[in-house]
């Protein structure tokens, strides 16, 4: 794994920790907060890694 790879994942770990907590006002906040610019991008990777949407995590209780 290189070291942008690992940044990428544990960044998608920290932000799905993020949107299970019920804290979370906006995906876009969370994402900006760790620096994500292109949402799109986002949103393709998130789904790759975890196999649903933000969206969707943000959703389950």
Do not use: C, W
């Not at 907590?21 to 620096?35: A, C, D, F, K, L």
Request: zero cysteines.
């Amino acid at each position: 794994m290189t070291p942008k790879q690992y940044i990428i994942k544990r960044r998608l770990h920290l932000i799905f920790n993020e949107l299970r907590s019920n804290n979370v006002s906006s995906i876009r906040e969370i994402t900006t907060t760790y620096g994500i610019v292109n949402q799109g991008r986002f949103a393709q990777d998130y789904y790759k890694f975890f196999n649903e949407y933000p969206h969707q995590t943000q959703k389950k209780d």
